[in-house]
């Protein structure tokens, strides 16, 4: 009896002291998608720590408001796409606020007034509009820079490029294949004090502001937090200090990233632990992947040369609809469009590993239906006039001897594998190929990083390479 008093007293005693509410708080985080390569509102410093405006403001918000946020750097478009598939709960990642996204979407009031900006290499005489007539201009993805460029680009006459991230469109600038770029303002500001050798001919136009944002009629009380705690840190001061820590003041420039070693090996040295990182994402991936890869192929191969036509046509269309679809629209359905039918979360790995068992393991399944097919006929009527059942006669004789053959095809799928996993960074899986592109959106050594990361899988493919060679080796002899 004193034992049951002793446990209903404590129980009353945390209730009061933590009240349903905080408990509540306390266990309330929410899911905040951002762009991976965006400063100076997201990007990763040299410790691959995400930092960046966006990601201060809605940390010290989260703080004012009593909750907490996890933050998921999958890119802009894979954010929104995962938020209107329920995956995430909203997405801060410089979202300009535009007529047709409020359609979509519920945002919050303005944190962040900007424009739009184009930026020319530093040597170029073009200074309007009307000189970009039959030219190239690039663009990013997703962005409102984009969407003003195509607006007017019937009416200048010129060509809109389109990348996926900041990076790569500046470099096509820089290289001379387009002659201008669309930007926001203090996202091109920012890389050219940072050393991009770009230069902004033009005053910014089509001003607007950037909003948090959630699903149209989800997240409410989101939305409301977001609101108070922003005005709450413009009152006190915060978010000053976060502009001005990023952009500087009028009084004081832009503050710049301290100096690195940009050379292969400084960079190498700064970034090892965030390319291992990624390596080891990338090898687990695959591992993982190859091996439920390779049990669905087996067993999809193997109703392939059943005497079933049934069987046979299951085999036949499960191989033709993988092989069929692009690697990268399988992801994307796997990992935003089931969720956005079903209601349930798919995490981003496990949604990397489903696509790659069905597109790998539909190869295999191939191979495997072709090895055992390679094997002489003769084999399998000679067991079965032994007396051997179909069943026992294909596991002691045919698949042995298709097993041979099927070995150095096994292995050159999973160098096909590893390779792949870098098409899954559009989920925001933070792969080899993902993490280049965060290293690279903070130094813009976009040459030397992408050279260190072919040089990573040149050494991993030739690794497994030998492997194969060794292998088919001891198989034949």
Known sequence: MKKKLLLIFSMLFFW???????????????????????????????????????????????????????????????????????????VIAGMTMTPERKVKFDFSQPYFDTGIIMAVGKKSN????????????????????????????????????TFDDSNNMYQDVITGNSVACFEDQPVMQYAIKQGTPLKIPIKPINKNSYGFAVCKGHNQELIAKFNKGLNKIKANGTYDKIKAKYLGTKNHATPKQPTEDRSVWGLLKQNKDALLGGLGETIWLAIAAIFFATIFGIIVGLLGVLPNKFSNGISTTIIYIFRGLPLLVLALFIY??????????????????????????????????????AVDPGQMEAARSLGLPFSKAMRRVILPQGIKIMIPSFINQFIITLKDTSILSVIGILELTQTGKIIIARNLEGFKVWAIIAIIYLIIITLLTWLSNWVQRRTQS
Request: net charge positive; glycine share 12%; hydrophobic share 40%.
């Open 16 to 90: 009061t002291i933590l009240g349903p509410t905080n408990l509540v708080q306390a266990q309330k985080v929410y899911q905040i998608g951002t762009d991976v390569t965006y400063p100076p509102f997201e990007f990763a410093n040299k410790n691959n720590q995400y930092v960046g405006i966006d990601i201060d403001i809605i940390k010290a918000i989260a703080k004012e408001e009593g909750f907490k946020v996890q933050i998921k750097s999958v890119g802009f478009n894979a954010a929104v796409q995962s938020m209107e598939a329920g995956q995430l709960d909203g």
């Open 126 to 161: 073009i200074k309007s509009f009307a000189q970009l007539h039959g030219q190239k201009v690039a663009v990013k993805t997703g962005t409102a820079g984009a969407n003003y460029a195509n607006s007017i680009k019937n009416k200048y006459g010129f060509k809109t490029v």
């Open 336 to 373: 935003t469009g089931i969720p956005s039918l079903t209601g349930q979360k798919i995490p981003a790995f496990v949604a990397g590993i489903i696509t790659l068992t069905f597109n790998e393991g539909a190869y295999i399944a191939a191979f495997v239906k072709g090895g055992i097919e």
